[in-house]
């Protein structure tokens, strides 16, 4: 089935650096989304991505569509401590459903 | 309410037992999904509700695993005869559908543990 690989799994942050995590995938999709998971929570919708190219801001957060449709990435500038918690990629098909990657978790640096 | 409800948010049951999870949609959402999330793990998709078709049960993984969508809104998932592997947090999401539909919305989840 579809899979996607999703990497840094973790990652230590300091406040104020900007981190990265991209996903690719053997599969195209039509729709590439971020979703963000705090412990005991659902995941919240950061954002979604229609195009192939298209690159989205939302605050301090961007995410690409590879120009393939195979692959995304998610950037965030200038790190907060509310940032630290596991973040999903997911494509979607015209099925419906969406596919998750297995998430990058970030901490905050010891 | 203004996001997905799930209902319980933890469950203990014995192995054997039957359970029944629920949940109600964002309101106006047609596109209901139950997702299924293994400690440390990504999401795997369950089944998919739209409107008044017939659902995709693609993902269920055995027949102890149903699940309904009464008058387009509340849904539930029934799992029959648990197993301890069955334990996991269950959620549900809803979309708009249409163009909107991977743009899903999800609920807090519920927590089943089988003894």
Known sequence: GQQLNQSPQSMFIQEGEDVSMNCTSSSIFNTWLWYKQDPGEGPVLLIALYKAGELTSNGRLTAQFGITRKDSFLNISASIPSDVGIYFCAGGGSQGNLIFGKGTKLSVKP | ?115
């Not at chain 2, 948010?9 to 039957?18: C, L, P, Q, W």
């Not at chain 2, 089944?47 to 993984?61: C, V």
């Not at chain 2, 996991?88 to 991977?102: E, P």
């Open chain 2, 1 to 115: 309410g203004a996001g997905v409800s799930q209902s319980p948010s933890n469950k203990v049951t014995e192995k054997g037992k039957d359970v029944e999870l629920r949940c109600d949609p964002i309101s106006g959402h047609t596109a209901l999904y139950w997702y299924r999330q293994s400690l440390g793990q990504g999401l795997e998709f369950l089944i998919y509700f739209q409107g008044n078709s017939a659902p995709d049960k693609s993902g269920l993984p055995s027949d102890r695993f149903s699940a309904e969508r009464t008058g387009g809104s509340v849904s539930t998932l029934t799992i029959q005869r648990t197993q301890q592997e069955d334990s996991a947090v269950y959620l549900c999401a809803s979309s708009l559908g249409g163009r909107s539909y991977n743009e899903q919305f999800f609920g807090p989840g519920t927590r089943l543990t089988v003894l």
